[in-house]
């Protein structure tokens, strides 16, 4: 008991629990300006690349989330380099969040740019007809659509009047009227001028 006793009363406290290096905590290794360039084309490089692939978080599986989780291990090294600081980190994570939210703004305040940052929702069935070749250049299977439609509670093509992948990689589906197609018209009519009012 003596012994541990000791072993505890020699061991310096201060240094190993309370001793805080502040200079390695904000001092940077790297400029500032550096850090924000590095952060700004590795952003604008993956962002880019992100989206060429259309599909979004509406269909993640485990293989696309491997790669999002790969990518960002890659794409740290390229930001970071050798910084190891807080301020550093931060000022890593405002670059990034900084070109969010200018991509955002220019969405929202500009119609070229929603196009170019915004893709237009893809037509996946018309009138009952897949179309083949929009499903093709998703790489959206039969059975993947046919998965989605009977999630909605639809159980044929043919009862498919439009179905589209929207921009949130989410498939929407418009059911085909049993012959009240002017009245359901009529009444979604009559409700949007409810709402106006």
């Given at each position: 008991?003596?012994?541990?006793?000791?072993?505890?009363?020699?061991?310096?406290?201060?240094?190993?629990?309370?001793?805080?290096?502040?200079?390695?905590?904000?001092?940077?290794?790297?400029?500032?300006?550096?850090?924000?360039?590095?952060?700004?084309?590795?952003?604008?490089?993956?962002?880019?690349?992100?989206?060429?692939?259309?599909?979004?978080?509406g269909?993640?599986?485990?293989a696309?989330?491997?790669?999002?989780?790969?990518?960002?291990?890659?794409?740290?090294?390229g930001?970071?380099?050798?910084?190891?600081?807080?301020?550093?980190?931060v000022?890593?994570?405002?670059?990034i969040?900084?070109?969010?939210?200018?991509?955002?703004?220019?969405?929202?305040?500009?119609?070229?740019?929603?196009?170019?940052?915004?893709?237009?929702?893809?037509?996946?069935?018309?009138?009952?007809?897949?179309?083949?070749?929009?499903?093709?250049?998703?790489?959206?299977?039969?059975?993947?659509?046919?998965?989605?439609?009977?999630?909605?509670?639809?159980?044929?093509?043919?009862?498919?009047?439009?179905?589209?992948?929207?921009?949130?990689?989410?498939?929407?589906?418009?059911?085909?009227?049993d012959?009240?197609?002017?009245?359901?018209?009529?009444?979604?009519?009559?409700?949007?001028?409810?709402?106006?009012?």
């Amino acid at each position: 008991m003596n012994v541990l006793l000791n072993i505890f009363l020699s061991i310096d406290w201060y240094e190993k629990i309370l001793k805080v290096d502040w200079s390695s905590v904000f001092e940077t290794k790297e400029s500032l300006l550096e850090i924000f360039i590095r952060g700004s084309i590795m952003y604008l490089v993956m962002f880019a690349l992100l989206r060429i692939f259309r599909r979004q978080a509406g269909s993640v599986g485990i293989a696309d989330l491997l790669v999002i989780v790969v990518i960002a291990d890659a794409a740290q090294n390229g930001m970071a380099g050798d910084s190891k600081s807080v301020t550093e980190a931060v000022l890593l994570i405002v670059t990034i969040v900084l070109w969010d939210y200018v991509f955002d703004l220019l969405g929202y305040k500009s119609k070229f740019f929603e196009r170019i940052l915004e893709p237009k929702a893809l037509h996946l069935v018309k009138n009952g007809r897949l179309l083949r070749q929009n499903m093709k250049s998703e790489m959206i299977t039969y059975d993947e659509l046919m998965s989605q439609m009977r999630q909605e509670g639809i159980e044929e093509i043919s009862q498919v009047k439009q179905a589209c992948l929207e921009t949130d990689g989410h498939f929407s589906f418009i059911k085909k009227g049993d012959g009240n197609d002017i009245k359901s018209k009529e009444e979604s009519n009559e409700k949007k001028r409810n709402v106006v009012n």
